[in-house]
């Protein structure tokens, strides 16, 4: 089972900024690759998506102009920076990556999963 590793999260201030990371295996076929989170008692949701050939990538409308998802396929690394945190941005923060073509924020689309890493925001 293909196992995706977050790193990166932590405990912040409003108006603070965290760097999210994930390693893909070397072996893992992925055509898109997004972060989603995830707060207790609620859904999943999409946070932002990338196609990792093109490095097109989408947000939600919650996050735009304050987050960045970008991709290393070097390095076979995904990542979320996140700037002028706010209160509502605290959930566990899940990485995953899809075979299927079509990249749209929907988790039943994506093939692997990270265990997923906490991110806290204090007002």
């Known amino acids: 089972q293909v196992q995706l590793v977050e790193s990166g999260g932590g405990s912040v201030q409003a108006g603070g900024s965290l760097r999210l990371s994930c390693a893909a295996p070397g072996n893992t076929y992925r055509v898109c690759m997004a972060w989603f989170r995830q707060t207790p008692g609620k859904e999943r949701e999409g946070v932002a998506r990338i196609y990792i050939t093109t490095g097109t990538a989408t947000y939600a409308d919650s996050v735009k102009g304050r987050f960045t998802i970008s991709r290393d396929n070097a390095k076979k690394m995904l990542y979320l920076e996140m700037n002028n945190l706010k209160p509502e941005d605290t959930a566990m923060y899940y990485c995953?990556?899809?075979?299927?073509?079509?990249?749209?924020?929907?988790?039943?689309?994506?093939?692997?999963w990270g265990q997923g890493t906490q991110v806290t925001v204090s007002s």
């Open positions: 995953a990556a899809g075979k299927s073509t079509f990249c749209l924020l929907r988790t039943d689309l994506f093939d692997y």
